[in-house]
Nanobody, 124 residues
């Protein structure tokens, strides 16, 4: 069982930056690949970024590539999402998720555990 708690969301102007954190409970964090997803009002949850257990491989949605960076610190049981050059269309609730897998996956249904989400609002 893994519990995930996101933090770091907020209101920022277009072009600004935010850093999201996701803290995981338990001592087995390093066996989980991690992902970030987002859901805007009236839209389906969509993949943002993912990272393997070791952090050696990452994957990004085309819409955030070059602007967002996912990373993890297994000693701190935490995964991060650095978001730069934010756009109004990045406004959404951001969720972190964990899957016991060796490779990254972009499919939300593959993930086993989810956080409660943190709101990110980008004003124009």
């Amino acid at each position: 069982q893994v519990q995930l708690v996101e933090s770091g969301g907020g209101l920022v102007q277009a072009g600004g930056s935010l850093r999201l954190s996701c803290a995981a409970s338990g001592r087995t964090f390093s066996i989980y690949a991690m992902g970030w997803f987002r859901q805007a009002p009236g839209k389906e949850r969509e993949f943002v970024a993912a990272i393997t257990r070791s952090g050696g491989t990452t994957s990004y949605a085309d819409s955030v590539k070059g602007r967002f960076t996912i990373s993890r610190d297994n000693a701190k049981n935490t995964v991060y999402l650095q978001m730069n050059s934010l756009k109004p269309e990045d406004t959404a609730v951001y969720y972190c998720a964990a899957v016991r897998a060796m490779v990254v996956t972009t499919l939300p249904q593959r993930y086993d555990y989810w956080g409660q989400g943190t709101q990110v609002t980008v004003s124009s």
